[in-house]
């Protein structure tokens, strides 16, 4: 029998999707890339915004076609979207045979049993789930490269989002058992671990007592064979100066900080329950920059939320110029059921969102391409990750500087020896917008 997946959303799903393909492995299900060939099909859904519903929804049907088309006999939908919406979500779509939330991950073969005997499913309640490292997982990612989720769930509630709703109380796992399937992975293979959670830094403090973040950092660059650790998704409340100091000494951990700020302006914090003001993000700001040499700041901004003035929107723009963040992510808001944000009033125009988020893109990507040019000369250490679709010539990897996915890359000219997993040398010769190019240098 075999299985197809499709994972969509964020790389917290990812390894959701992961442990769930380790589950169907252990089961003797044979996982295929090929969705015509599949028994069963299974949809990790999204359901953060309205334009990841809608993607998830298409994905869940473009899936059932397998049924008439390939050898599909059950399909399943996991993830935030049947977390979200269960029963309904069964009821509406009866091209689905079970629905399993973000909580019964683990519950994926009792979905798989119970839909091929015919019974149509849902396995869902409040999101408590936490794996840990003797769970069966399968990496998705290049074998160099793992996400390692340290907590799970959230706490803070602001008022654009959804996540709580989904997956729960803040919850995270002890430093000995990330600390152990870390070591697992780089025994496997893995240079590059990237920790995530709904709010790295704030990880610990509800086993602890008080984050832990650094704690746990410490701990993970003691893994001999680990060459890169790097954090994303780490909010300004809690990144202490024990953190700062900690970054800026440790060579494995990636000078490299994912701060969501979401905006700038006092006032559309206050509304976005966000619980930092301007001056506070400002000062953090410099002070990470004084004490790690090197850093890459990358930020996200959510335009559009309801409320937001003209002259609000105008401050969060200045802020951008005035901080000159090396990468910045842009949304324009989605307005949630269920969250507060839903009902306020002063709901903000379709094309008045857009016309700002395209406004804020085109200064960021001016802002991007000075810092990218002033690279130029720089040495750096670069993941190679594989090599040009169009010119074989060239490596393509990544430095500390960029996330998978979410940032660019580097390009590495007339590389031809390098393979996918090695890390080295390249001097930088022009920057772009979002890439930089670069040439090997030979030790």
Same mark, same amino acid.
């Given at each position: 029998?075999?299985?197809?997946?499709?994972?969509?959303?964020?790389?917290?799903?990812?390894v959701d999707t992961e442990m769930m393909l380790g589950i169907l492995k252990e089961h003797g299900i044979e996982i295929t890339a090929d969705p015509s060939e599949a028994d069963i099909l299974i949809v990790n859904t999204c359901a953060f915004i309205q334009s990841a519903k809608e993607e998830s929804i298409t994905t869940i049907l473009n899936m059932a076609e397998y049924k008439e088309s390939g050898r599909c006999r059950s399909l399943i939908v996991a993830g935030c979207l049947g977390q979200r919406y269960g029963q309904e979500l069964l009821d509406d779509m009866p091209e689905a045979d079970a629905i399993i939330g973000t909580g019964a991950c683990k519950e994926i073969m009792t979905a798989v049993e119970e839909s091929l005997k015919g019974r149509r499913l849902v396995i869902a309640g409040e999101d408590k789930l936490l794996y840990d490292a003797k769970n069966p997982r399968i990496l998705t990612t290049p074998s160099y490269t793992a996400y390692v989720k340290i907590a799970e769930g959230c706490d803070n509630h602001c008022a654009?989002?959804?996540?709580?709703?989904?997956?729960?109380?803040?919850?995270?796992r002890r430093i000995e058992d990330i600390k152990a399937e870390v070591e697992q992975l780089?025994?496997?293979?893995?240079?590059?671990?990237?920790?995530?959670?709904?709010?790295?830094?704030?990880?610990?403090?509800?086993?602890?007592g008080a984050p832990a973040l650094a704690e746990l950092l410490r701990e993970l660059v003691?893994?001999?064979?680990?060459?890169?650790?790097?954090t994303l998704y780490c909010y300004p409340k809690f990144f202490t100066d024990e953190l700062i100091d900690l970054y800026a000494k440790e060579p494995k951990i990636c000078k490299y900080i994912d701060m969501p700020l979401q905006h700038a302006h006092d006032?559309?914090?206050?509304?976005?329950?966000?619980?930092?003001?301007?001056?506070?993000?400002?000062? /953090?700001?410099? #002070? !990470?920059? *004084?004490?790690i040499p090197g850093v890459t700041i990358r930020s996200t901004f959510i335009v559009g939320c309801p409320g937001e003035t003209d002259a609000q929107y105008q401050s969060l723009r200045n802020f951008l110029e005035e901080m000159r963040f090396d990468k910045v992510g842009v949304f324009t808001y989605s307005r949630e059921e269920g969250t507060p944000a839903y009902d306020m009033p002063n709901q903000v125009p379709?094309?008045?969102?857009?016309?700002?988020?395209?406004?804020?893109?085109? /200064?960021?990507? #001016? !802002?991007? *391409?000075?810092?990218?040019?002033?690279l130029e000369g720089q040495v750096i250490e670069v993941l190679v990750e594989g090599r040009d679709e169009e010119q074989n010539i060239i490596a393509v990897g990544r430095s500390y500087r960029e996330a998978p996915d979410v940032d660019?890359?580097?390009?590495?000219?007339?590389?031809?020896?390098?393979q996918p997993g090695d890390i080295i040398k390249v001097r930088v010769l022009q920057g772009f917008t979002y890439d930089v190019v670069g040439e090997k240098i030979n030790e």
């Open positions: 029998m075999k299985a197809g997946f499709i994972s969509l959303g964020c790389s917290k799903n990812l654009f989002c959804a996540i709580p709703l989904i997956r729960g109380r803040f919850r995270s780089c025994e496997n293979g893995v240079k590059e671990i990237i920790l995530i959670a709904e709010d790295s830094t704030l990880y610990g403090k509800d086993i602890y003691k893994v001999e064979k680990l060459q890169w650790v790097r006032a559309m914090l206050k509304s976005m329950r966000r619980p930092d003001t301007r001056a506070q993000i400002v000062a /953090l700001v410099k #002070k !990470i920059r *004084e004490r379709e094309d008045v969102m857009q016309e700002r988020y395209h406004d804020l893109m085109s /200064l960021q990507s #001016k !802002i991007s *391409e000075e810092i990218n040019q002033e660019g890359q580097v390009y590495i000219e007339g590389d031809t020896d390098s």
